[in-house]
């Protein structure tokens, strides 16, 4: 007997027939023998609803309201999952996040799991019953209400089994795993069937939107084991794990990119102890988040400084920088926002040299110019135009024959 | 600085609009300074919406889990005000039942309240904030959510009042006040402006719906004057509160009347110890409530014994009685289901003979044949055909001079 915690989006709870057949299913593992926790997020459209409600009165409401106003939501999905759970004969409890109790800090709209008491659950697991448990949202210590963010259900599924010590944390979506790169992108992208946490990490932080950020940073913490699946296709999906021996066969495991990226240049600064920081921190004290870093080695005792922000802040970094400029005595501050990221993410590249030479190759045969080049320890990064996203991405795709299951590939 | 509960009802909040007119009441009630704690109904048509989506999946769900569904109407609804207070400048902070904490026993659907903690809501009430409080809701001992049946949301009010030790609990409707009669039936009806508990619980319970008649209750029992006032026009309403020296002055308060009402009446019973249990006993067996009996003195060794149900209980009590009867060896079972019933109340009848009789003139007058009487210490009722009850409401209403002021009565 396996204790199992499963997580339903808002889609795959959209509608009362939805819930009915994500009844099922929960039904249907519960009859394989599994002990389930099954938490779920507000019915699509329902969060958008409410705060449409409350921006129908100021466009600025006070975050605890808020809180207490979006939370209903799951709460609307835990009492619905439950009547389907029992109309099919199979024993249901409904537990919002203050019932759990999921204790959390007292940041309103984003607030962070800090305990969960997972007494109340096993003791109904032990007599026999499924649990649903309200997503995103916990209560601080003073009892009011509070929700992790947008996507917080994730984390919450995770949370839960991390305190349950959970078999496997199951993240149904509407995709049916994780892909070695985007499909809408290439289309001979190729599901995996494992990954690591790290590669996982850096294929979200990337911008492959499969799961939330913060969930698996949690999972790879507490030694979740997480599996992402369909909740309307049958099907194994993609685990999420730790690193094992099968898995050092692929030297890269996926090709991850983000569209929203800028960079920015100062050129000439006096190279002296002291001067990243004095470019970075005005950049960073406007809650600018800065991305890749580059510095290359000083010539005539001035040297280049380089950094990428996301796309929307742009236009504030770049005036930061021109004033920056002025105080430091630079020659001339350039930017660009029509750049692109793409990277390979693999735990393989780890002890496999020439993996970056096979992707400058790649790159040089297609004619793409790369701007900027970033390196960890799993994860080659390269900033291109705009225009060679796609081409880039299907190059590199190629190149390391992701197309292929592990072991077919070179 | 008086400490007040108003209570606004789901047709005062059922829009965004009617929403933010609520919280300006409230805040004038705040600037003219007292302390307020506000208890909300869901917005109109939202218990109903989240019903609905329940009995898609089944037409019995779990009363538990249907408690955790509705419970969200009233907690939007607590969200929305208090961000429609903030945003007027007016500090408030809402409050589910569970969060207060209202203590109920686990009667799911039809809780009712133990105790309340009015700690956390005394202490926001010191640091100058209005309380919103979510009605109609509770937990029971072991954090599980219960909802007071519908209208409960009154019932919150009062025990928040008692809890409180308020000066005033104030339930906003959409009638300005209580009537003397039913102003449908009788133009010329008055609004009065107080009333005793005593005759409210008559009236309500004779089918004048201003207030849910356990909220009544309650308020007289913790001795909380409850004051029933228009959520859309300006006025001081109808006062609830105990009988004093001004209140002697009207011998008759108001006219009830029931429209609902079937008689049942059983010939010729043994006239022996025992027969009214062995005639009403099957009859409450069936959960049928019996409202008025009535038993002759005997001739003959027999006896009639006449009651009245509620009209949609006829058919069931006619069947019931008449295996009765086989049983008893009555002679013969008869009914009438086109009957109502017409009382007058007024705690001055306690110290004034004649009323029954001014009553009886009146309606002998307009020829109208009263089929069955029954009296307590504030209130005399009659039976009289269907046909009848606008007539004698008017009759009774212009006999005892319910159109004038109590001090210009005779």
Chains 1, 2 share one sequence.
Not at 129 to 136: H, I, K, L, T
Not at 238 to 245: C, G
Not at 302 to 313: E, G, I, M, P
Not at 382 to 409: I, N, S
Request: aromatic share 4%; glycine share 8%.
């Amino acid at each position: 007997m396996s204790l199992i915690v499963q997580k339903y989006g808002g889609t795959s709870v959209g509608t009362v027939e939805r819930i009915e057949a994500v009844a099922a299913k929960v039904a249907a593992a519960r009859a394989r023998g599994d002990q389930v926790v099954v938490v779920v997020s507000a019915m699509s459209g329902e969060t958008n609803r409410l705060i449409a409600l409350a921006h129908e009165i100021t466009p600025t409401p006070s975050p605890r309201e808020m809180d207490v106003l979006v939370s209903t939501g799951e709460q609307v999905t835990i009492a619905l999952l439950s009547i389907a759970l029992q109309k099919i004969g199979c024993p249901a409890r409904s537990y919002t996040g203050g019932q759990v109790r999921i204790l959390t800090d007292n940041v309103h709209s984003k607030a962070r799991i800090q305990e969960i008491d997972g007494g109340r659950v096993r003791a109904d697991l032990e007599a026999g019953r499924v649990v649903v448990v309200a997503g995103f949202q916990g209560t601080d210590e003073d009892g009011n209400i509070t929700t992790l963010g947008r996507g917080g259900s994730d984390t919450t599924a995770v949370a839960m089994a991390a305190a349950l010590e959970a078999d496997e944390c199951q993240i149904f979506t509407d995709v049916d795993g994780v892909y070695t790169t985007d499909p809408r992108v290439e289309p001979k992208a190729r599901k995996l069937d494992r990954i690591t946490f790290e590669e996982m990490l850096e294929m979200a932080s990337l911008g492959s939107k499969v799961l939330q950020i913060r969930s698996v940073e949690f999972a790879g913490k507490y030694n979740v084991p997480l599996r992402v699946l369909s909740s309307f296709e049958e099907g194994e999906g993609t685990l999420i794990t730790f690193e094992d021996e099968d898995m050092e066969k692929a030297k890269v495991s996926g090709i991850a990119f983000s569209r929203d990226e800028a960079k920015l240049t100062i050129l000439g600064v006096p190279d002296q102890p002291g001067v990243a920081y004095s470019i970075l921190g005005p950049v960073s004290g406007a809650n600018i988040e800065v991305d890749m870093i580059i510095q290359n080695i000083a010539e005539d005792a001035t040297t280049d400084f380089t950094f990428t922000v996301h796309r929307n802040d742009y236009p504030q970094a770049l005036k930061i920088l021109q004033e920056t400029a002025e105080v430091l005595g630079a020659r001339e501050v350039i930017g660009d926002d029509s750049i692109v990221k793409i990277s390979i993410v693999g735990v393989g590249m780890r002890s496999h040299a020439g993996i970056a030479a096979t992707m400058f190759e790649a790159l040089a045969e297609e004619g793409i110019n790369i701007r900027m080049i970033s390196t960890s320890e799993i994860k080659i990064s390269v900033v291109v135009d705009e225009k060679y996203l796609e081409l880039g991405v299907r190059a590199l795709h190629d190149a390391f024959e992701l197309d292929r299951p592990p072991e077919q590939a070179a």
